[in-house]
């Protein structure tokens, strides 16, 4: 039989580069957003959202006018219940005791855990630019992931409705001349050629209000279409996000508020646009990120641990949303 190291293999070391590197992430400006924003909440059945739907009565007067004293509903609130998700790391006694190399350069154990945990924030995006129940049909009926993006554009209702509210419940108000439903994301499926007028056209149909929180702040779309984005446009009037920038993400001023990105879950030809004023991610706060238990079965020699993240994606003003969904 022939010997299976070589006499300078036998006694030879590797030399071994710090650290490892992630080869199946990628990056995710959605929930890097989200997560900077995240808000810590205690229990409840669900993450609620009160919301004003109608104007109260009144109007022009005279010195007879009798005033209408009827009662007359304004409240209501959009509901988002709990999603739930989990990555894990596990290890046995076989890996404490057969591996070496590295020496303090790498980590086992810590590297289990980081890779664990980029995971789980992994999974949520995922679930973030998926529909409720296309997170289901891939991991199972019996999970309880995001209403994500798709439900929050979505142009129909679903069961049960975003929110809980169906998209005819809260009425009607005026887009640019024409009645649309209060419930409902602003959706342009026309095509459209990617350029600063473009962006525009989502910009004014997502504007709910005069002040800075009326207006989109963050803009996603594909790599492809941010490169015809930024091709577009003069370079002495194209501004780059220095914010964005710091974290890996280039962003394109849109405004004085808003800035176009790329994210790679975005799908092709769509572009959005968000206003993190109005949308939110909820986190409970006993399992946000929580500090890892190692737990050890008694008939097995292994150590495993899981990190979890239970919150919730919602908004309290649906129309403050929209996407564009042709455009080249």
């Known amino acids: 039989m022939a010997l299976e190291l ?58 007879s006018t009798v005033f209408d004293t009827a009662k007359k509903a304004f409240l209501n609130a959009a509901r988002f219940p709990w999603a739930y998700f989990y990555s894990g790391f596990t290890y046995d006694v076989e890996d404490e005791v057969e591996i070496s190399g590295g020496g303090a350069d790498i980590d086992f154990v810590l590297q289990g855990l980081d890779n664990a945990q980029e995971t789980l924030r992994d999974d949520m995006g995922i679930s973030l630019w998926r529909s409720f129940a296309d997170s289901q049909t891939a991991w199972g009926a019996d999970k309880k992931p995001f209403y994500g993006v798709e439900d929050l554009m979505g142009q129909a209702n679903t069961s049960p409705a975003f929110g809980r509210i169906n998209m005819a419940d809260l009425g009607t108000y005026t887009r640019e001349g024409t009645a649309t439903n209060i419930w409902v994301a602003y959706q342009n499926a026309n095509a459209l050629v990617m350029q600063y007028s473009t962006m525009q056209t989502l910009r004014r149909n997502c504007i709910v209000g005069d002040g800075p929180d009326g207006v989109p702040d963050l803009y996603v779309t594909t790599h492809t279409l941010w490169d015809k984005l930024e091709n577009s446009i003069v370079a002495s009037q194209r501004h780059y996000d220095e914010e964005t920038a710091k974290v890996g993400f280039d962003g394109i001023k849109i405004g004085s508020r808003g800035t176009c990105v790329a994210d790679n879950k975005c799908t092709a030809s769509y572009v959005n646009a968000f206003n993190f004023d109005l949308l939110a991610l909820k986190a409970h706060k006993d399992f946000f990120f929580p500090k890892p238990v190692w737990k050890q079965p008694t008939n097995q020699a292994l150590k495993t641990t899981q990190m979890f993240f239970f919150g919730a994606f919602g908004t309290g003003e649906r129309r403050a949303h929209g996407r564009l969904t042709n455009v080249s």
């Open 6 to 63: 070589s006499q300078l293999q036998s006694i030879s070391d590797d030399i071994w580069e710090p650290g490892s590197r992630n080869n199946w992430a990628m990056g995710n400006v959605l929930m890097w957003k989200l997560l900077k924003k995240v808000k810590k909440v205690g229990s409840g059945q669900y993450v609620r959202y009160v919301l004003r739907y109608a104007k109260s009565r009144g109007g022009a007067m005279s010195g």
